[in-house]
């Protein structure tokens, strides 16, 4: 049941009293209760005692009189509302009372039950009005000041009309200071990239009479010059005929969220490991860079670069000392390079180093040897001198294409081509490269059938005695019969079978059949001579390769000591720890162990002497450099010295010419290989070759 309003009249008249209660009883937005007191001092009681909807009051009391009273009942209750009941000449005294807060009047020829019905159903009217627009405004107000948008409005000279606390804080401004400055003084706002004005988005609201959104990367200053990146919208104001009278924007603080935002994109653009720019944001470089060096006829050059071994640093010491070094290897790799460039890692051991601009394309390659110089000294990580080399392939742009994705492409394969020569080189992009590739591929997809379909063929070729000219070994090399394409040689599929993981099986077949051949010659009653075979690095680091060995000379019944196995610095000096056990091992199999391409390989001499190795195999490039003419053959000799003074057996390879034979037989070089002697056979010719001797003679 609804609460009776209480409804309560001051007034010493008992007729009054009589039409009040009867008004009551009519009234229509009831349930009404009368109080009925004679004096205002009573009045003023019930005030306190009971809860007033509304007073009627006799403006003559027995205790007060006029204006007076009303004054009184407004202090003491100044949200209830009054009703004034006169004389018919206080027409002017009412006037008065109306402009002081009574919301009616009644004079006493009007006083009569209907027109206090009417004027209770007027304040009840209000009352509810009132109640609801104060309900609506506190509603606004609260919900203004609680929403954490800052809210300011104008009206239509752009003069401040309203804050709220959100706004006040933002601005720097209280809203008592704000009100009816300029909005430019309270609301300054920049533009984040130029630092220069903004357009003032409540104008362009009003103007274009409608919502606009702020300028972007727009920085609101605070009264004392604090920043705040900040975003939202302007709306117009519009009165009652439509027109704009003002306008609002309603803005937050989106320096949290930018500085994120930033945060993200730095993410989604960088290595997380080496913090470098990653593939996305480097093509968005490239392509830049490009757009750049057309209009200034420049040229952009793209370095390739992928370290070499890196997997096997990876694997044997950890991903964590795997990441240091290629942290490292960053480090470097800035050091090498102008701000302007960009240096990037595309993953795994990949990086590419963008040089935005080059005059030629050999300035390139200049940059290309200095950060493969770089790279090689030492990196000292977690108590080890880790050294590694890279091969980089270099692309310059217009010259090997048009596009990033081509140049990076490109640069791409010439890098696998420094690989192939050997790695720790760079090599320049050539447009037969990518056939090669192409050719690559299809061999890799042949190769694989390879073995299944007994394609693999053994050449031998003979290792001479330079005193007796006498044939007192052989190297066993292996040659891949192609249905289609021929004969191919080992440096072009080698490479592939390794990285395509069938070097292990094609390496186990090589040693088996050139095992079982060696036999069959010395059973055939041929003088047996000393087998070499070569182990790529992969098949020497397979955990089994020790056992497969042994393996095979037990299936083939040859004896251990008549086996050399051929390795070359790079297998040895790379994780020496690892290294030396599993050549002991061999050692005590009665295996032999060479050292392939020796010289190639920066070997320092110290390393050498922990390796318990039998013989060196002098690289054919120092050989070669004997009839060059350019008299530098002192390294050649200074080799052969080393062997020497390690008791370790030197054999010279590639020897091609008679005068070769001469200065080797001259320095005291043990032994020779090469064309000049002989080329690599098939077996059957082989064991001719072994029965007859070689045709040629020594010089002396
Ligand atoms: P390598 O072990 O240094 O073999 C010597 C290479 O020099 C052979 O090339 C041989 O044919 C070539 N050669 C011999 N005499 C001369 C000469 O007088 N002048 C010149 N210019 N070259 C000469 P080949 O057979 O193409 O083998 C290349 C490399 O492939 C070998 O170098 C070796 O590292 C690797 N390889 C060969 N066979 C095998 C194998 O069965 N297993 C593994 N893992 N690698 C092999
Ligand atoms: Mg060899
Ligand atoms: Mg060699």
Redesign the pocket.
């Known amino acids: 049941m609804t609460k009776p309003r209480i409804l309560l009249l001051i007034d010493n008249d008992c007729a009054h009293a009589a039409v009040f209660q009867e008004a009551l009883l009519h009234a229509t937005d009831g349930p009404f209760e009368g109080e009925w007191v004679r004096t205002l001092a009573e009045g003023m009681g019930r005030l306190n005692s009971k809860e007033i909807w509304a007073i009627f009051f006799n403006l003559s009391l027995p205790d007060s009189h006029g204006l007076e009273t009303l004054d009184k009942l407004t202090v003491a209750a100044p949200s209830v509302p009054t009703l004034m009941l006169g004389d018919v000449g206080d027409e002017s005294i009412a006037l008065e009372a109306l402009r002081r807060g009574a919301k009616d009047y009644i004079l006493e020829n009007h006083i009569d039950r209907y027109a206090l019905v009417r004027a209770i159903r007027n304040m009840a009217e209000r009352k509810t009005a009132e109640e609801a627009l104060f309900t609506e405004k506190e509603r606004a107000q609260v919900t203004l000041n609680s929403i954490g948008d800052a809210v300011l409005s104008t009206d239509i000279q752009e003069k401040v009309t309203y804050l709220n606390v959100v706004a006040e804080k933002l601005t720097g401004w209280t809203r008592e200071q704000a009100l009816g400055k300029p909005v430019n003084e309270v609301f300054v706002i920049i533009d984040g990239s130029t630092r220069g004005p903004c357009p003032s988005p409540l104008k362009t609201a009003i103007v274009k009479n409608k919502t606009v959104g702020l300028t972007p990367h727009c920085i609101l200053v605070r009264r004392d010059g604090a920043e705040f990146a900040i975003e939202d919208s302007a709306a117009p104001i519009h009165d009652s005929r439509g027109h704009a009278k003002g306008a609002v924007i309603v803005f937050h603080d989106v320096s949290v969220a930018r500085a994120m935002g930033a945060e993200m994109s730095h993410l989604a653009q960088h290595d997380i490991l080496t913090n470098l720019p990653n593939r996305t944001l480097l093509r968005d470089r490239l392509s830049q860079a490009i757009a750049t060096a057309d209009r200034n006829g420049t040229r952009v050059a793209v370095l390739f670069l992928d370290l070499d071994g890196f997997k096997h640093i990876n694997d044997s010491l950890g991903h964590a000392t795997g990441d240091k070094l290629l942290q490292s290897v960053a480090k470097r790799l800035l050091s090498c390079v102008r701000n302007s460039d960009t240096v990037s890692r595309q993953g795994g051991d990949e990086f590419v180093v963008l040089l935005s601009e080059v005059a030629h394309a050999g300035d390139a390659g200049v940059k290309a040897e200095k950060i493969i110089k770089t790279l090689l000294a030492p990196h000292e990580i977690d108590q080890h001198n880790l050294q590694i080399t890279a091969s980089v392939g270099v692309t310059t742009y217009p010259d090997d294409g048009l596009e990033a994705e081509i140049l990076i492409k490109n640069a791409d394969l010439a890098m696998y081509c420094a690989k192939d020569r050997g790695k720790n080189n760079h090599q320049f992009f050539e447009k037969n490269m990518n056939l090669r590739a192409v050719e690559r591929q299809s061999l890799e997809g042949s190769l694989r059938c390879a073995l299944e379909r007994n394609e693999f063929v053994m050449h031998y070729?003979p290792k001479i005695n330079l005193k007796t000219g006498e044939i007192t070994g052989v190297?066993?090399?292996?040659r891949w019969q192609h249905p289609e394409r021929g004969l191919i040689?080992?440096?072009q599929f080698?490479s592939i079978a390794e990285d395509c993981g069938l070097?292990v099986p094609i390496?186990q077949w090589?040693m088996r059949e050139s095992c079982r051949q060696a036999k069959e010659w010395q059973d055939a009653g041929l003088r047996p001579i000393e087998l070499a075979?070569?182990?790529?690095s992969i098949?020497f680091r397979n955990d089994d390769f020790l056992k497969e060995v042994q393996r095979i000379l037990e299936e083939t019944h040859l004896e251990a000591r008549y086996l050399e196995l051929?390795l070359t610095e790079s297998v040895l000096m790379r994780h020496a720890e690892f290294t030396v056990p599993v050549l002991r091992k061999l050692k005590a199999l009665g295996v032999r162990l060479a050292i392939?391409?020796f010289g190639t390989g920066y070997s320092s001499l110290s390393y050498l002497r922990q390796f318990p190795i039998d013989t060196l195999k002098v690289d054919?490039s120092f050989v070669q450099e004997i009839d060059a003419d350019t008299g530098d053959a002192t390294i050649i000799s200074a080799v052969i010295d080393m062997g020497g003074s390690l008791k370790h057996r030197v054999i010279a390879?590639?020897?091609?010419t008679v005068e070769q034979v001469a200065f080797l037989q001259a320095h005291g070089c043990d032994e020779a290989?090469?064309?000049?002697f002989s080329r690599?056979m098939l077996a059957p010719q082989f064991a001719k070759l072994l029965e007859s001797g070689v045709s040629v003679g020594l010089p002396n």
């Open positions: 070729q190297e066993a090399l292996v040689g080992p440096l080698v070097m390496g090589v075979v070569n182990v790529s098949e051929e392939d391409d054919k390879e590639g020897v091609e290989q090469g064309y000049y690599p």
